[in-house]
């Protein structure tokens, strides 16, 4: 399986990358553009844990929720709703 792991954010608020060590604390507080990033991130996101705790979903989409798990930032996808989806055509 392809896996893929968020290593540094850049949003342009910030103006620099935040590297991301998911066995140390960001206080995401004192970034706030990678805070809507990671929601942004989270709220757009199809992954989920199957019953046997195993992820389903594009690698990118499980790295993000996984970074956020890391962060311990909440996921906000059971409390929020989607209202569509519109596919990106790269043609």
């Not at 929601?39 to 499980?62: K, R, Y």
Request: aromatic residues 6%; contains cysteine.
């Amino acid at each position: 399986m392809n896996q893929m792991t968020v290593t540094k954010i850049f949003t342009l608020a910030e103006g620099f990358p935040v590297d991301v060590d998911q066995t140390k604390s960001i206080d995401v507080d004192l970034h706030p553009g990678m805070r809507r990033l990671l929601q942004v991130g989270n709220l757009c996101n199809n992954a989920f844990m199957d019953d046997h705790s195993q992820w389903i979903g594009q690698p990118t989409d499980i790295a993000l929720i996984e970074v956020l798990r890391g962060l311990s930032i909440s996921d906000e996808r059971p409390v929020s709703r989607s209202y569509r989806q519109n596919p990106i055509d790269t043609c």
